[in-house]
């Protein structure tokens, strides 16, 4: 599954990258379920962080961007 998201951050082709917190959520599920969804649970961090540092991207939360204090979407930014 993480081979998606890694597909999806190479065709964007940019070195900037926001994506929805709740597709971040289905590619790296922890076992924590959502406050307010059914749809996704938490993101499991620990192996979003570690895949990022695997494949040179930088992760953060983007809270300003965030329709809800619970689900801020993603930003990847690539690592030189």
Do not use: C
């Amino acid at each position: 599954m993480d081979e998606i998201l890694k597909n999806a951050l190479e065709d964007h082709g940019g070195t900037d990258v926001v994506i929805p917190y709740s597709q971040v959520a289905q590619v790296f599920p922890s076992d924590t379920p959502h406050p307010d969804s059914f749809e996704y649970k938490v993101i499991d961090e620990d192996r979003l962080l570690s895949w990022a540092r695997e494949n040179s991207w930088k992760v953060e939360k983007v809270p300003a961007k965030a329709v809800s204090k619970n689900s801020p979407p993603i930003r990847f930014t690539r690592i030189k």
